[in-house]
């Protein structure tokens, strides 16, 4: 079977209402917008960006997953995104400081 994607985000938007950590406090959902929308601009047809819930890392939040390596990373801004963008999806190469 054909792969239909090269690479895989999955973004942890999940928000709690119980005041435990969670990446939905730190602006998870809008930086997945952002990325979506590089992602689009760019014109990478074989990379898809996805909400998830939790994923039981919230204490080092927000955080999101790329498979298919299954490479977690931190991130806190848009600068940060891009750099997974350009670095990671486009070039291949781990960024290693926000590595998780």
Not at 51 to 62: V, Y
Request: proline fraction near 2%; charge should be positive.
């Amino acid at each position: 079977m054909a792969q239909i994607y090269k690479y895989h985000l999955f973004f942890c938007t999940h928000q709690r209402d119980d005041g435990s950590a969670n990446c939905g406090e730190h602006g998870a959902q809008s930086l997945r917008d952002y990325a979506k929308k590089r992602v689009k601009e760019l014109k990478l047809k074989k990379v898809r960006v996805n909400n998830a819930g939790c994923l039981n890392r919230c204490k080092l939040g927000p955080m999101l997953v790329i498979y298919p390596e299954g490479v977690w990373y931190h991130y806190e801004t848009r600068e940060d995104i891009d750099e997974i963008i350009d670095s990671h999806l486009l070039q291949g190469e781990i960024v290693e400081r926000l590595q998780r």
